[in-house]
């Protein structure tokens, strides 16, 4: 994928991508698409579309409104963050 295509995307999503941040997100774009692209190739013709509904008896507990940590403080122990948020190696 092309810079001048992730920056549309951005765009399009109403979402801002620093200049000296276009490279790195073209990089993991490119590397998301990679992955998936092995499964895009996988030929399902004639296969029929499934549907999984799980049935469980699982007692849930009611939903109960609490304040949340503040961002600062939930990421303030974590390994590598990135545009706010928890970052993950996706590397196996």
């Known amino acids: 994928m092309e810079k001048e295509k992730v920056i549309d995307i951005y765009s399009q999503g109403m979402l801002y991508v620093r200049d000296d941040e276009v490279d790195r997100v073209v990089k993991k774009f490119n590397e998301t698409l990679n ?5 895009l190739e996988v030929d399902t013709t004639g296969v029929e579309m499934a549907e999984l509904a799980v049935e469980h008896d699982a007692k849930l507990r009611k939903d109960e409104v609490k304040e949340s940590l503040d ?8 390994k590598d963050t990135e545009f706010g948020y928890f970052r993950l190696n996706w590397e196996l």
């Open 35 to 39: 992955f998936i692209e092995p499964i």
């Open 71 to 78: 961002r600062d403080q939930a990421l303030k122990n974590a």
